[in-house]
């Protein structure tokens, strides 16, 4: 008993739509299906270490993506990391004075820079400047310096 053209026909239509849904999932989980820069404005902040920020991540407040990262580079004279971020236009209310941190979305999630607003009363614009930054924690060095204190702990008690 031979299968119908017709089944053949589905099965093969079934094949392709499953790997065009493996195909769109694929640029949705690495965020290059994000909105374009037409409609964003830059700013820019230096962070002493970026940790596994990437370009392309998502750059958020409050928990809403409003923007990502487009580049990162490392400043020779400053010794620190330049982080560009494109902000969607719409969120163009956040004040000049906000802060940036870098986040690990989960425990072994991705990072992204989170945004927190500040007080002021005007707003950052195209080519603005966060100054107020904190860095990535590197757990590697935050485990060491656990391990460090509780051996030196342990050696005062021994005396």
């Known amino acids: 008993m031979q ?4 089944q053949d026909t589905l099965v093969g239509l079934f094949v ?3 790997i065009a849904g493996l195909f769109f999932l694929s640029l949705k989980v690495s965020n290059l299906s994000a909105f ?7 700013i820019t902040a230096r962070f002493e270490n970026t940790g596994g920020l990437k370009v392309r991540s998502a750059v958020s407040a409050a928990g809403v993506k409003v923007g990502q990262v487009s580049d990162i580079y490392f400043d020779s004279k400053t010794y620190q990391a330049v982080v560009t971020m494109h902000i969607n236009q719409q969120y ?5 004075d906000t802060t940036a941190s870098i986040f690990t979305s989960g425990l072994l999630g ?4 989170n945004l927190e607003p500040g007080g002021s009363d005007s707003y950052l614009t195209d080519n603005g400047k966060i100054d107020i930054t904190q860095p990535a ?5 935050a485990i060491g310096q656990f391990l460090f204190k509780a051996a030196e702990e342990k050696g005062e008690a021994k005396e």
């Open 3 to 6: 299968p119908s053209r017709n």
């Open 16 to 18: 392709a739509a499953g």
């Open 36 to 42: 374009s820069q037409d409609e964003s404005y830059t």
């Open 92 to 96: 163009n209310t956040l004040p000049d």
């Open 110 to 113: 991705e990072q992204y820079v």
């Open 137 to 141: 924690i590197i757990l590697e060095k």
